[in-house]
């Protein structure tokens, strides 16, 4: 079964850091573009960063730039999304996810995503 899981929330003080992972099985990796999503309570599910299979393009939302990256370990099948600086308006559950395409699109859709992990929560205080 093609399968996504997190890893690495939790809680943490504003300024601080997380790393989270996102551990790919099921299907051969490195062919789709790769995303994290936030959602917070009451909002949106938001993408905060993709890559785009193939290339070395990223997409990191205009509200986090600067202080998250996203990584890919090809050789693990895993997804990396780095957080620094973080702020209480991080708090949210934090969802990888799979694209059906190589690209992502200009801004990840929701739309274009076919897996989905169960998420990993990150509280910022």
């Known amino acids: 079964d093609v399968q996504l899981v997190e890893s690495g929330g939790g809680s943490v003080q504003a300024g601080g850091s997380l790393r989270l992972s996102c551990a790919a099985s099921?299907?051969?990796?490195?062919?789709?573009?790769m995303a994290w999503f936030r959602q917070a309570p009451g909002k949106e599910r938001e993408a905060v960063a993709a890559?785009?299979?193939?290339?070395?393009?990223?997409y990191v939302a205009d509200s986090v730039k600067g202080r998250f990256a996203i990584s890919e370990d090809n050789a693990k099948n895993t997804l990396y999304l780095q957080m620094h600086s973080l702020k209480p308006d991080d708090s949210a559950m934090y969802y990888c996810?799979?694209?059906?395409?190589?690209?992502?699109?200009?801004?990840?859709?929701?739309?274009?995503?076919?897996?989905w992990g169960p998420g990993t929560q990150v509280t910022v205080s």
């Open positions: 099921g299907y051969t990796y490195n062919r789709n573009c």
């Open positions: 996810a799979r694209g059906l395409y190589s690209s992502c699109g200009a801004t990840p859709s929701i739309s274009i995503f076919d897996v």
């Open positions: 890559h785009y299979t193939g290339t070395a393009t990223t």
